[in-house]
């Protein structure tokens, strides 16, 4: 099984880190989130910057309901790239159905496409605590509290079902070698070099710009090419054990 | 409520959150020192949170921000002397401010209304060399005039100690049972005697840390971990300190036995299914879908 793409894309890149080019932009930031969390400090370390300390759950009257141990590994990539979380409390088991990777503990906050479906600019250290990570740490602890508790804005499946499931909504069809085709398009850096002519990669046996052309391209302006890359490496090598299984 | 959760909850309710009044209150009396600082010293002395804030273990019911503002070991634009020094620095923050001479910081009070203290402390000081660690501080009483120190030693010592929270509630105790202890010395203490328990349960813990206050109060010693050799801290810990230290532990472990640990910290309002509904309201607007790589 390949590793996660858990952090955004380009983690091949040789370029030296955004907060070793860019200083000035870091201590902005640092100085933005340690003002906003009170119990959250920066840490830099050999190779990496994290933020490490006790994340505050707030009810809407500023009320503390809920504390978390956490580390937050920043983007190499940039300031509003998607970080690496670990809860470091010991609350929540390193299982898979938890969203916890088994392997190192990390969070699996986000599916890499949908965040940067969803931001395609990125967002700030700031806005991705307050917002999709703390999310996520209610939902563990709503679980904690009920077995019968369901995600609020539901799951993605596991590994590579859950990528399938990702374009699915977009192009209509989850079969694994459609989403394949649809993630080889994705892949060319240009969307001029993706063709109206070609077929559709839904399987409707239509051409591009007669079918699911304004979604794909929409995916391909929004989701950078390192993580569809990394999806069709994923998918491919699945795709591939299944073939030989049978 | 187990007693995990309800001293989970205690702690919870003792922490000054972000975006609270009193957190904006702070940070904003934080930036106002700062500008009066600037305005006399210009850019050059380092300005920065040190105290409680800065180790992570402030608690609602007793809080200070201590602001550190060290000058350069070269320049001496504020004075020749650490107490040349200590006493610009008490001068510039005295014409916004009643200010009180402490034996190295400077409490600040509220001009208008002297009653109103501002929660603020600030220290000044002099880097030892070009490096930035060690620190010298004036000191207005005590054997000597000066201390050396390393702000950033205490800072990540308490911070990275892994029991922070078991030194928040000792230092709840202390407040409530109004001992008369330096926060600091019970923090050192509190990191010490758990040096081989930070992974068991917090109960056990703070019974621990109570059961050696009682019974084993003779042997109880810290260091400083900045300056061992040079800062005696037995001063701190002198004998009064350790009888009542000691006395209260003991109460305390025997109130525990007979009436459980609400008789130390007091009830907790929160009930389990309002907790829930309220987590459910602030996660309905930032969830997302969570996904797993394998």
């Known amino acids: ?246 | 409520m187990t007693d995990k959760e309800y001293l989970e909850a205690i702690i919870r309710e003792q922490t000054i959150a972000q975006g609270s009044e009193e957190f904006k209150a702070l940070q904003d009396q934080r930036a106002k020192v700062e500008k009066i600082l600037r305005e006399h010293f210009g850019s050059s002395p380092a300005i920065r949170e040190g105290g409680s804030k800065a180790k992570h273990t402030m608690i609602r019911e007793s809080y200070d921000l201590d602001i550190l503002c060290y000058f350069l070991h070269d320049e001496e634009n504020a004075g020749s002397s650490l107490k040349e020094i200590y006493n610009n620095v008490f001068s510039v923050l005295s014409d916004s401010y009643i200010v009180e001479r402490k034996r190295s910081a400077l409490r600040l009070m509220d001009r208008d209304d002297h009653e109103h203290y501002t929660h603020l402390d600030v220290i000044p000081g002099r880097y030892a060399d070009e490096t930035k660690q060690d620190v010298y501080l004036h000191q207005e009483n005590g054997e000597k005039e000066r201390l050396k120190t390393n702000p950033e030693i205490h800072i990540n010592h308490v911070r990275d100690s892994g029991v922070r929270d078991a030194i928040k509630l000792i230092k709840l105790w202390k407040v409530r049972n109004h001992i008369n202890a330096k926060t600091f010395v019970l923090e050192l203490l509190v990191i010490k005697l758990l040096q081989d328990k930070r992974e068991v349960p917090l109960t056990e813990q703070l019974s621990h840390i109570w059961a050696e206050f009682r019974d084993n109060n003779d042997n109880l010693t810290v260091d400083d971990p900045a300056n061992p050799e040079g800062n005696d801290l037995s001063e701190l810990l002198n004998d009064s300190v350790i009888t009542r230290l000691s006395s209260v532990a003991s109460n305390t472990l025997k109130q525990i036995e007979e009436f459980g640990w609400s008789a130390v910290y007091g009830a907790v309002k929160e009930d389990a299914e309002s907790l829930s509904d309220r987590l459910r309201e602030v996660a309905s607007t930032r969830s997302v879908r969570p996904w797993s790589s394998v």
């Open chain 1, 1 to 246: 099984m390949l590793q996660p793409a858990l952090s955004d894309p380009g983690a091949v890149s040789k370029k030296k880190p955004w907060y070793i080019e860019n200083p000035d932009s870091y201590n902005t930031l640092r100085r933005e989130v340690e003002n906003i969390f009170p119990e959250l400090s920066f840490v830099e370390r050999v190779g990496e910057v994290c933020i490490e300390g006790d994340l505050h759950i707030l009810d809407n009257s500023g009320k503390v309901l809920y504390r978390f141990s956490i580390r937050v590994k920043l983007s190499e990539q940039s300031p509003r790239g998607l970080p690496t979380v670990w809860e470091t409390g010991g609350r929540i088991p390193w299982e898979r159905e938890r969203h916890m990777n088994p392997h190192d503990g990390s969070a699996c906050i986000y599916l890499p496409e949908e965040f940067w479906y969803e931001n395609p600019n990125g967002i700030s250290i700031s806005e991705f605590i307050r917002g999709p990570l703390t999310g996520f740490l209610i939902n563990q602890i709503l679980i904690d509290k009920s077995e019968n508790h369901k995600w609020l804005k539901g799951e993605w499946d596991h590994g590579e079902n859950g990528i399938i499931e990702f374009y699915a909504e977009h192009l209509g069809t989850s079969e694994p070698n459609n989403i394949l085709r649809c993630l080889t398009m994705l892949r060319k850096k240009d969307t001029k070099e993706i063709k109206g002519h070609w077929l559709c990669p839904c399987g409707s046996g239509h051409k591009l710009r007669d079918c699911h052309r304004l979604n794909i391209n929409e995916l391909h302006k929004r989701i950078p090419s390192e993580v569809t890359e990394a999806s069709h490496t994923k998918l491919k090598r699945a795709v591939q054990e299944l073939r030989n299984s049978h």
